[in-house]
């Protein structure tokens, strides 16, 4: 089947098996491999884009049901650079291996930009779905209250 996807505001038009998942389009068709996949199965965030701004796992997703929609995946969030967010994680240390670290990044841009200055336990409840296996999670709490303007000594 065809599909047309608007991804980090550039149209793709493709043509995909009707079961193929919306990560692995952006990973092996758009070269886009800042979107990691871990568990493949939604349980660990490893795969987070924006779906119109919403984070969603694309390892979940099949290419045709992000039509129409606009996909931001860690290389648009960062397009102009890196973002105080992600200049917050650095700040932080809050990443050992880094293979969640895109996943992170997505869902707390999508959390800033809804709430600007968060709580921890709002930031904790808008990260749930992010695994870390370093177990980075205070420092990664610490990096989004620091891009919030918040909880820096
Ligand atoms: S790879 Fe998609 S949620 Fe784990
Ligand atoms: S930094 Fe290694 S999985 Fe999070």
Known sequence: ????????????VL????????VDVLRDDLGLTGTKVGCAEGAC???AVLLDGRPVASCLLLAAQAEG????????ISRGGPTPLQEAFVAEDALQCGYCTPG????????????????????RAAM??????????P???RAVLRASGQGVD
């Open 69 to 76: 929609c606009s996909v931001t995946t860690i290389e648009g």
């Open 45 to 47: 965030g490893a795969c």
């Open 128 to 137: 749930v779905g992010n695994l870390c296996r370093c177990g980075a999670y």
């Open 139 to 141: 420092r990664i709490e």
């Open 1 to 12: 089947m065809r599909v047309a996807l608007d991804v980090n505001g550039e149209r793709h």
């Open 104 to 123: 992170q990044v997505v869902s707390a841009t999508a959390l800033l930009a809804s709430l600007p200055q968060p709580t921890p336990e709002q930031v």
């Open 15 to 22: 043509d995909v098996s009707d079961t193929r998942r919306l």
